[in-house]
C-alpha cells in the first residue's frame, strides 16, 4: 500500500507527522511521501519522508481566510500556479499505481479537496473545524454576527454541506474531527467519523526529578510560573512579545508573590529579536536567556526557552497567550490561559474571539495587556473555577495517544479495502 499525506499548514505537519511515526511503527516501512501544501515541510523532513511536487512557503504562512489582502499577497507570491503545480503532482502519483494508493489529509477542506481530486479512496483528520466553536453541552452559544448565528443553525454543523459531502464520499474511508461532540455530529450527516482523540495533545511528555510539572500548585506555591506564547510566525511572535511583556510588567507587584514567565520560542524565531524588545521593556540579563525585573516579592524572572516547548508548557500554571495550537495544547493540560488579540494575521480579536468559544471556561479573553493582572488575581482567587478547567481543557482536547489510534484505525480501514 503507498500512502501520501498532504497537510496545510506548520501545526497541521507536525499532526500528520505524529500518525505517521505510528503508522510506520505498526507496519514497519510503508511507501509513504508526503505533500505539504503551505510552506517546506520540514517536519516530514526530520522523520525521513520525502515530499512529492512543488513546495514554497507564502507570504500569508496558510491564514488567507482570516484577512484578504494576504489572499491578494499570496496570489502575487504565485499561490495560483502552486496550487495547479500541487495538483498535478498529487493526481500523477495515484495514477503511478491507483489501486494500491491511499491518501491521508490533515488540516481543512483544502488538502480534502485535494484528496477527491487524486481519485484514489482517502482519510482525514479535521484539525481547524470543531462543534465547540458553534455549541457547547449545554447547547447553542450567542454570536455576534446574526448572519453567522442563522446560518450555522441552519446547516445545522460547523461543517459547511459541502465539506460534509467531502467527508461523506464513497472514496473517504474514515474522518478524524478533534473531539467528540463533532464526531457525534458529523456521524448524524453519514460521515465515517470517529472519536480516537486529537493528535495535538501528543507529543508533551516532559519530567524532570529536579522540577515536577504544575498540577494544583497553583494556589500556593511561589514562584506563579507563567507560560509566554507569543506564536510561531515571523514577524508577528515579534509583535506579539511586545504584548506579552506589556503584561508581565503591568502584573509586576500586583500577584502577591514572585513571577516567573517561561517563553516558548518557536523554531525558525530569532532569540536575538526577544533579547532586544525585553531590553526596551527594561528587564536585565541575568545569565543566558535569563532576566529579571523589579525586586523581592515584586521581582519577575524571565526565561527564552527555545526548543523546549513540552517543558514550558508542564511547568507552567498559567498562561499569556497569542497562539493557535500552542494555547490549545496548554489548555488540553488541564490549565487556564489569559488570551489577548494581537495585529494578525492570525492572532486577530476575530481569532481571540473564536478561541474562547473553541475552549470555553479554560480561557479568558481580555482587550489590552494592563487588564491582565485583574482577570489573572480573580481566576487564582476562585477554586471553583480553576476545578473547571481541568476538567473543561481534558474534555475538549482529549486524552494523549489519539496519533496511535487513529494509525490503528487507518491500517484496519486499508486491510478492509485489501479484503
Same mark, same amino acid.
Given at each position: 500500500?503507498?500512502?501520501?499525506?498532504?497537510?496545510?499548514?506548520h501545526?497541521?505537519?507536525?499532526?500528520?507527522?505524529?500518525?505517521?511515526?505510528?503508522?510506520?511503527?505498526?507496519?514497519?516501512?510503508?511507501?509513504?511521501?508526503?505533500?505539504?501544501?503551505?510552506?517546506?515541510?520540514?517536519?516530514?523532513?526530520?522523520?525521513?519522508?520525502?515530499t512529492? #511536487?512543488?513546495?514554497?512557503?507564502?507570504?500569508?504562512?496558510?491564514?488567507?481566510?482570516?484577512?484578504?489582502?494576504?489572499?491578494?499577497?499570496?496570489?502575487?507570491?504565485?499561490?495560483?500556479?502552486?496550487?495547479?503545480?500541487?495538483?498535478?503532482?498529487?493526481?500523477?502519483?495515484?495514477?503511478?499505481?491507483?489501486?494500491?494508493?491511499?491518501?491521508?489529509?490533515?488540516?481543512?477542506?483544502?488538502?480534502?479537496?485535494f484528496?477527491?481530486?487524486?481519485?484514489?479512496?482517502?482519510?482525514?483528520?479535521g484539525?481547524?473545524?470543531?462543534?465547540?466553536?458553534?455549541r457547547d453541552?449545554?447547547?447553542?452559544?450567542?454570536?455576534?454576527?446574526?448572519?453567522?448565528?442563522?446560518?450555522?443553525?441552519?446547516?445545522?454543523?460547523?461543517?459547511?454541506?459541502?465539506?460534509?459531502w467531502?467527508?461523506?464520499?464513497?472514496?473517504?474511508?474514515?474522518?478524524?474531527?478533534?473531539d467528540?461532540i463533532?464526531?457525534?455530529?458529523?456521524?448524524?450527516?453519514?460521515?465515517?467519523?470517529?472519536?480516537? #482523540?486529537?493528535p495535538?495533545?501528543?507529543?508533551?511528555?516532559?519530567?524532570?526529578?529536579?522540577?515536577?510539572?504544575s498540577?494544583?500548585?497553583?494556589?500556593?506555591?511561589?514562584?506563579l510560573?507563567?507560560?509566554?506564547?507569543?506564536?510561531?510566525?515571523?514577524?508577528?511572535?515579534?509583535?506579539n512579545?511586545?504584548?506579552?511583556?506589556?503584561?508581565?510588567?503591568?502584573?509586576?507587584?500586583?500577584?502577591?508573590?514572585?513571577?516567573?514567565?517561561?517563553?516558548?520560542?518557536?523554531? #525558525?524565531?530569532?532569540?536575538?529579536?526577544?533579547?532586544?524588545?525585553?531590553?526596551?521593556?527594561?528587564?536585565?540579563?541575568?545569565?543566558?536567556?535569563?532576566?529579571?525585573l523589579?525586586?523581592?516579592?515584586?521581582?519577575?524572572?524571565l526565561?527564552?526557552?527555545?526548543?523546549?516547548?513540552?517543558?514550558?508548557?508542564?511547568?507552567s500554571?498559567?498562561?499569556?497567550?497569542?497562539?493557535?495550537?500552542?494555547?490549545?495544547?496548554?489548555i488540553?493540560?488541564?490549565k487556564?490561559?489569559?488570551?489577548?488579540?494581537?495585529?494578525?494575521?492570525?492572532?486577530?480579536?476575530?481569532?481571540?474571539e473564536?478561541?474562547?468559544?473553541?475552549?470555553?471556561?479554560?480561557?479568558?479573553l481580555?482587550?489590552?495587556?494592563?487588564?491582565v493582572?485583574?482577570?489573572?488575581?480573580?481566576?487564582?482567587?476562585?477554586?471553583?473555577?480553576?476545578?473547571?478547567?481541568?476538567?473543561?481543557?481534558?474534555r475538549?482536547?482529549?486524552e494523549? #495517544?489519539?496519533?496511535?489510534?487513529?494509525?490503528?484505525?487507518?491500517?484496519?480501514?486499508?486491510?478492509?479495502?485489501?479484503?
Amino acid at each position: 500500500m503507498r500512502l501520501l499525506c498532504l497537510s496545510n499548514g506548520h501545526g497541521e505537519d507536525a499532526i500528520a507527522t505524529r500518525v505517521l511515526s505510528e503508522f510506520q511503527q505498526q507496519l514497519g516501512c510503508p511507501e509513504i511521501k508526503a505533500l505539504p501544501i503551505v510552506g517546506e515541510g520540514h517536519a516530514y523532513e526530520k522523520l525521513g519522508i520525502a515530499t512529492i #511536487g512543488t513546495v514554497q512557503s507564502m507570504p500569508s504562512g496558510g491564514f488567507i481566510h482570516m484577512d484578504s489582502r494576504q489572499l491578494v499577497r499570496d496570489v502575487k507570491g504565485g499561490l495560483v500556479q502552486l496550487t495547479i503545480a500541487q495538483i498535478k503532482a498529487i493526481r500523477n502519483w495515484a495514477a503511478a499505481d491507483p489501486k494500491n494508493s491511499f491518501i491521508l489529509a490533515v488540516g481543512d477542506i483544502v488538502p480534502l479537496l485535494f484528496a477527491l481530486m487524486s481519485g484514489v479512496p482517502y482519510a482525514f483528520v479535521g484539525t481547524a473545524k470543531s462543534e465547540y466553536y458553534l455549541r457547547d453541552e449545554n447547547g447553542w452559544l450567542p454570536r455576534k454576527s446574526w448572519w453567522d448565528d442563522r446560518l450555522e443553525r441552519w446547516t445545522g454543523c460547523v461543517y459547511h454541506p459541502w465539506e460534509r459531502w467531502l467527508m461523506s464520499h464513497p472514496r473517504c474511508r474514515a474522518v478524524f474531527p478533534r473531539d467528540r461532540i463533532t464526531a457525534d455530529v458529523l456521524q448524524q450527516f453519514n460521515v465515517p467519523a470517529f472519536d480516537l #482523540g486529537n493528535p495535538m495533545m501528543d507529543g508533551l511528555e516532559w519530567s524532570d526529578a529536579s522540577i515536577q510539572p504544575s498540577k494544583f500548585r497553583i494556589q500556593t506555591a511561589p514562584p506563579l510560573t507563567i507560560a509566554l506564547l507569543p506564536g510561531s510566525r515571523i514577524p508577528e511572535a515579534y509583535d506579539n512579545w511586545e504584548i506579552i511583556l506589556q503584561a508581565m510588567n503591568g502584573m509586576l507587584g500586583q500577584m502577591g508573590r514572585p513571577l516567573l514567565g517561561l517563553a516558548a520560542i518557536a523554531p #525558525g524565531l530569532e532569540l536575538e529579536r526577544f533579547h532586544k524588545i525585553l531590553m526596551e521593556y527594561r528587564w536585565q540579563q541575568s545569565e543566558s536567556n535569563r532576566y529579571t525585573l523589579g525586586f523581592g516579592e515584586k521581582q519577575a524572572t524571565l526565561e527564552l526557552m527555545p526548543q523546549r516547548f513540552a517543558e514550558c508548557l508542564q511547568r507552567s500554571d498559567v498562561a499569556i497567550a497569542l497562539a493557535g495550537t500552542a494555547t490549545e495544547q496548554f489548555i488540553g493540560l488541564g490549565k487556564p490561559a489569559i488570551v489577548i488579540p494581537g495585529k494578525g494575521p492570525q492572532f486577530t480579536p476575530v481569532f481571540a474571539e473564536a478561541q474562547t468559544r473553541l475552549l470555553g471556561a479554560s480561557v479568558t479573553l481580555v482587550e489590552q495587556p494592563t487588564q491582565v493582572a485583574a482577570k489573572l488575581k480573580a481566576l487564582l482567587s476562585n477554586p471553583d473555577s480553576l476545578q473547571l478547567t481541568i476538567e473543561n481543557g481534558r474534555r475538549r482536547m482529549g486524552e494523549p #495517544g489519539a496519533a496511535k489510534r487513529i494509525a490503528q484505525c487507518l491500517l484496519e480501514r486499508l486491510d478492509s479495502m485489501n479484503g
